[in-house]
């Protein structure tokens, strides 16, 4: 019985992890060159949340350091987060992840 009950702990565990798709966004231009509307930049899509609890999304450069790029709390099971432009985010390559933060 306890190999049962240690094993669904286990799969409820393991199949519940949070997920990120990052977003590029280009800015669009008219037939004539010119651009409009809001400049390039990403966004993410938040997948597989639980609904209640606070994340934070995090970049890093070299996956030692990790740092908060913006706290979000949640109602539902998938969101996006907010907008950045390019001039916003860090101006090297960085990697980032989803972490419950509580």
Same mark, same amino acid.
């Given at each position: 019985?306890?190999?049962?009950?240690?094993?669904?702990?286990?799969? @409820?565990?393991?199949?519940?992890?949070?997920?990120?798709?990052?977003? /590029?966004?280009?800015?669009?231009?008219?037939?004539? $060159?010119?651009?409009?509307?809001?400049? @390039? $930049?990403?966004?993410?899509?938040?997948?597989?949340? /639980?609904?209640?609890?606070?994340?934070?999304?995090?970049?890093?450069?070299?996956?030692?350091?990790?740092?908060?790029?913006? /706290?979000?709390?949640?109602?539902?099971?998938?969101?996006? @987060?907010?907008?950045?432009?390019?001039?916003?985010?860090?101006? /090297?390559?960085?990697?980032?992840?989803?972490?419950?933060?509580?």
């Amino acid at each position: 019985m306890k190999k049962i009950i240690l094993l669904l702990f286990l799969f @409820s565990v393991s199949l519940n992890a949070a997920s990120l798709k990052i977003v /590029h966004v280009q800015q669009k231009t008219l037939p004539n $060159g010119n651009a409009y509307g809001l400049e @390039s $930049g990403i966004y993410f899509e938040l997948t597989d949340l /639980h609904p209640f609890v606070m994340y934070k999304l995090q970049y890093s450069e070299d996956l030692k350091k990790w740092k908060d790029l913006v /706290h979000l709390g949640t109602y539902k099971m998938a969101m996006t @987060s907010p907008y950045w432009t390019w001039k916003e985010l860090p101006p /090297h390559q960085c990697f980032f992840r989803i972490v419950e933060a509580w």
